[in-house]
Each structure stands twice: as C-alpha cells, then as structure tokens.
C-alpha cells in the first residue's frame, strides 16, 4: 500500500500528491517538466532522472509515522502528519475507525508508538 507518493526533480524540487487526482507538475531548471499524481492510489509519473522518495506501508514505522498524511476538514490545504496529531485527534480517529469496521491501524500503530516513546 502507497503511504506516501513523492518525487524530488534534479533542482531539488519536492512534489508530493496526497490524493488520487492530485496532478502535481514543475518546469525542471534542467528543461525538463515533472509530475507526479495517483495520490495513495496509483503512481504516474512525468519525467525521468528524478529520485524516488514514496513511502510503503512496508517501511519502517519511524518513517510511516512521518509521511502518513492525514486532512484536517477545517483546513484542507495543509495536510498533517500522523506524527503530528493530537493526542485527541489521534484517539478520535481511532474511534471513528473502530465504529465503522474500517481497518487502519497505523493510528494504533502511533498511539503505541507514542507511549513507548515519551
């Protein structure tokens, strides 16, 4: 599973998209145009000579930890990382997912984590 779809273009450019239809392009110094989209759904890519920076559910927690993105409703353009939830944003997802059967728990995976790591 994709936790995080990013690219850093030759310049130094960072592009990240957090959603499945987040088309995110840049012209390259080099010339060349890069992009990136498929959010945590797929990865396209645009351009070649750019260094992979995705994050897999496969990957260690300390880096899951500090790629997962979560949005706040209230705020949708700027995104928060798992590490940094509230403790009670934290504890409220994790309510929220318990509810409705759904199964993420890289937000018990960081409660855990949280309290082995004061």
């Known amino acids: ?43 396209r890519r645009i ?21 997962l993105v979560r949005f706040n409703s209230l705020d949708d353009n700027n995104p928060t990382y798992l590490c940094d939830m509230s403790l009670e944003w934290l504890k409220n997802v994790i309510t929220y997912n318990k509810e409705r059967g759904l199964d993420y728990n890289f937000y018990e995976m960081e409660l855990k984590y949280r309290n082995g790591n004061k």
């Open 47 to 67: 351009g070649t000579g750019y260094q992979e920076l995705s994050v897999y559910d496969t990957d260690p927690f300390e880096v899951i930890r500090t790629s």
């Open 1 to 43: 599973m994709i936790i995080l779809n990013r690219i850093k273009t030759p310049d130094g450019t960072i592009l990240t998209s957090h959603t499945t239809h987040d088309f995110q392009g840049h012209q390259d110094k080099n010339g060349t145009f890069y992009a990136v989209d498929g959010g945590r759904s797929y990865l």
